[in-house]
């Protein structure tokens, strides 16, 4: 039960996109549609920002998105913020009925 | 308003317990899977366990099989975490997540409350 993969910083300069990449296997990401992202800032809970791979919650702005291709599914922030500094986790269904989180990214704005 | 407030965190030496509950308002706690989840100091989520609305299903994460139970108590929209065998290890803030089963995503967290496991 080991993490799903993603790359332990991004940065980028306010307006510019980025993207985190997050890698599972056919058994997790790969397997089915149910891959969710969550923004957690220092000493605060998760945030949930894209749930089912590509789909936003209401009040998540849509300078945030989300998609799969096979075992890697990415995250996506378009005209990066301030705000937007943060810790940034993609999580995902298993074949054995249980929870995958990735490892982490932390998201720096320059 | 969805909330969900943790408690029964503390200090506890190896091979104590401890016994977490996380107490739900806002919506029909009867309606939903509910979850535990917890982040060691400076470290990544981890997903700790999951239980159906009935309580009839539970899953947990290997390396707490055996020492971890989860369960609920729809008439009081409380869930637990009841933790024996504790080691150094478990040291971790622990939230209480609202699960959505289908499509399977965390969509309410509580604050967290904090587990040290240490002598």
């Known amino acids: 039960q080991s993490a799903l993969t993603q790359p332990a910083s991004v940065s980028g300069s306010p307006g510019q996109s980025i993207t985190i990449s997050c890698t599972g296997t056919s058994s997790d990401v790969g397997g089915y549609n149910y891959v969710s992202w969550y923004q957690q800032h220092p000493g605060k809970a998760p945030k949930l920002m894209i749930y089912e791979v590509s789909n936003r919650p209401s009040g998540v702005s849509n300078r945030f998105s989300g998609s799969k291709s096979g075992n890697t599914a990415s995250l996506t922030i378009s005209g990066l913020q301030a705000e937007d500094e943060a810790d940034y986790y993609c999580s995902s269904y298993t074949s054995s009925s249980t929870s995958r989180f990735g490892t982490g990214t932390k998201v720096t704005v320059l | 308003e969805v909330q969900l407030v943790e408690s029964g965190g503390g200090l506890v030496q190896p091979g104590g317990s401890l016994r977490l509950s996380c107490a739900a308002s806002g919506f029909t706690f009867s309606s939903y899977w509910m979850s535990w989840v917890r982040q060691a100091p400076g470290k990544g989520l981890e997903w700790v366990a999951n239980i159906k609305q009935d309580g009839s299903e539970k899953y947990y994460v290997d390396s707490v099989k055996g020492r971890f139970t989860i369960s609920r108590d729809n008439a009081k929209n409380s869930l637990y975490l009841q933790m024996n065998s504790l080691r150094a290890e478990d040291t971790a803030v622990y939230y209480c997540?609202?699960?959505?089963?289908?499509?399977?995503?965390?969509?309410?967290w509580g604050q967290g409350t904090l587990v040290t496991v240490s002598s």
């Open positions: 997540a609202r699960l959505v089963w289908e499509p399977y995503y965390f969509d309410y």
